[in-house]
């Protein structure tokens, strides 16, 4: 795990997600439960296998971070269908982390009629010593914010390579996590899209943990 600060907090990055020891809460984003079988029923045929995964990886960060609480920042199911589409054995593993730990669901676009039945409670938004928790960030706010929705990653070349991680992207005192889902895309972090979301802004960097540290990049930078 791979401590920096953030709003005057300690916050710890756990792979994909985002660990807040004060407050023992595991903060994850856009997990799109059952997106595999979502295509399928269109006749893209993806190995149906994505649940599983994005789960065996959250159990793994609860292990890893020792979270008490799980806040999962909204598109928890790639849709509103996605819970009740879940075979035996994920719909087990999900029923099971939902009873060890404290669990929110924050709705998000993808579902803002997830059932009751996933376990824990479910939101359209919630705040945690001061901090907002949404799906998607607000525009123009300025109180203090973690988000999730667009999925950033840096997409850097060096060395002839083309490089390209999941990573939050921060400001002063807003955060939009990477999607920790098995089977989700990415967008560009330094896209117009997610830079203008995060506005207003001094600075904005996208950040992940390598080897054992943090990595800091620069996206954008107020006019001086």
């Known amino acids: ?43 893209q045929l993806l190995p149906p296998y994505d649940s599983r995964e994005t789960l065996e990886r959250l ?20 849709d509103d269908g996605g819970f009740g589409r879940l075979e035996p054995h994920a719909a087990g593993m999900l029923a099971a982390l939902t009873r060890a730990v404290e669990w929110v669901w924050i709705t998000g676009n993808h579902d803002p009629s997830l059932e ?33 929705h667009f999925h950033p990653k840096l997409m850097i070349a060096t060395r002839g390579r083309r490089i390209s991680r999941p990573c939050a992207v921060a400001s002063e005192r807003r955060m939009i996590l990477p999607a920790f889902g098995a089977l989700t895309g990415g967008m560009d972090a330094g896209s117009t899209e997610i830079l203008a979301a995060m506005q207003p802004a001094r600075t904005i960097d996208a950040i992940l943990p390598a080897k054992g ?6 996206l954008w930078r107020a006019a001086a």
Do not use: T
């Open 213 to 218: 540290r943090l990595v800091q990049y620069p």
């Open 59 to 78: 159990a793994l960060a609860i292990r890893e971070s020792g979270a008490r609480r799980v806040y999962a920042l909204g598109d928890n199911f790639h």
């Open 116 to 148: 009751k039945a996933a376990g824990g409670d479910v939101v359209e938004e919630a705040k945690l010593s001061g901090l907002i928790l949404r799906h998607k960030a607000y525009p123009g706010e300025i109180a203090p914010e973690l988000s999730g």
């Open 1 to 43: 795990m791979v401590p920096f600060s953030f709003c005057g907090e300690e916050m710890r990055l756990v792979g994909r997600a985002l660990y807040w020891p004060r407050e023992q809460a595991l903060l994850v984003a856009d997990l799109h439960l059952e997106k595999a079988s979502f295509f399928a029923r269109a006749g």
